[in-house]
């Protein structure tokens, strides 16, 4: 939990509320050394080795001397391709490097005030001196903050579908972007991007960012999931009624009103009860990754008590997605991955809401609610499904 009324020092002594009314989609926020530390949490050669890995979902754009300009390459990539890239003008770009380093996750908690069902993932880049990724804009909103090395970003105007792209890539680069912004930026500085502004950063030496990226999702698929959920819960086959029509004189002609009644069925339809969570709650927890499997570990509660009071924390799995209804604090109904994950009714409903608004839970965190059987059984029974992980400390 965190308080949103306080200023915040790495949103610049901003509360999480002023934040929302005053930047959030609506204007960029530049802090200087708001996450002094997490130029530590990765370095060049990590970064280098996991977009090795096939899990990885990695890419390399090479601006020179590749086939063609703006080249993009999809990883994985190996050390004979590294050894042959050129001295300067190209980036690696891995995304969810969340997913494999808890450290790193835990940053998420620093924007906890915004739905975590928002997140999308932290992409990390390694960018060779003068690296970019042209001038460009992302649907999304994304903090982008500096690891080592350092980057100069310039940022343009909000762009809309008149914008101009450089032809012969697919890479979507802008031909041209007025500055309004130019920073050069050093470890732990922060910059907060809203969608659809123009942004360009430019690597000044051997450079790492890292990007906090949200997402939202298409209101299509939204449509889609209620809809599909509609007819789940009242049956696909029901019709139209007018069983009070009124005779007309010309039997071609649609009636208004008939249209009204076809609206008023189909928002009756859409309109039972828990619909909306029914519909979205499983899709908004949905992994990233589509075929992902956590991995678990068997644990008796004994166990897991013993390893919190030697210092181990409960963390949720980085690559899980976790939401709740019920009331904020407590839930009713939990959804991981896209499916219910239930609990029986001695299980705590505070206990689950802490056990997923938070990152890293301590001995102290979690005992009086462990102190419930039912809260240890379920706890334990997740851990060995993977959706909860015990870190050491
Ligand atoms: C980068 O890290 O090079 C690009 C990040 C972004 O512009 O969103
Ligand atoms: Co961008």
Known sequence: MTETNIPLPY?????????????????????????????????????????????AESRIILEKDGKKPWELRKGPFNSKQYKQMPKSHWTLLVQAVDHYLPELADYWQKFSFI????RDDVMISYAAPNGSVGKHFDQYDVFLVQGTGQRRWQLGEFCDADAQFLPNTKLRILEDMPVTF????????????????????VAQNDCLTFS?????????????????????????????????????????????????????????????PNILSNALAPFLSEAKYEDYE??????????????????AVIC???????????????AQALFINGDEIC????????????????????????????ANNANSDW???????????????
């Open 11 to 55: 949103l610049g002594g901003l509360t999480a509320e002023e934040f929302l009314r005053d930047y959030w989609q609506k204007k960029p926020l530049f802090v200087r050394n708001a996450f002094p530390d997490i130029a530590y949490l990765v370095g060049k050669e990590d970064l280098l080795d996991l977009a090795q890995e096939a899990s």
């Open 182 to 201: 130019d920073e050069v930026v050093n470890a732990g500085d922060l910059l907060y991007v809203p969608p659809k502004l123009a942004h360009y950063g």
């Open 212 to 272: 906090f990226g949200f997402r939202a999702p298409s209101l299509s698929h939204v449509l889609e999931h209620i809809v599909d959920t509609a007819l789940e819960q009242t049956g696909a086959e029901a019709l139209y009624q007018d069983i009070d029509l009124q005779a007309q004189t010309h039997g071609a002609w649609l009636n208004p009103q008939h249209l009204e009644k076809l609206q008023q069925q189909v928002l009756t339809l859409l309109n039972q």
């Open 379 to 393: 706890l334990c029974a997740q851990i060995a499904t993977g959706y909860f992980i015990v870190l050491m400390d």
């Open 115 to 118: 739905p975590s069902w928002r």
């Open 343 to 370: 609990f029986g009714e001695d299980v705590d409903g505070t206990f689950i809401a802490l056990l997923v608004d938070n990152t890293r839970l301590t001995a102290n965190d979690l005992q009086s609610h462990l």
């Open 294 to 311: 956590p991995v678990g570990e068997q644990v008796s509660s004994e166990d897991l008590v013993s390893a919190l009071n030697d210092g």
């Open 316 to 330: 949720r799995d980085p690559a899980s997605r976790f939401v709740y209804v019920g009331e904020q604090g407590k």
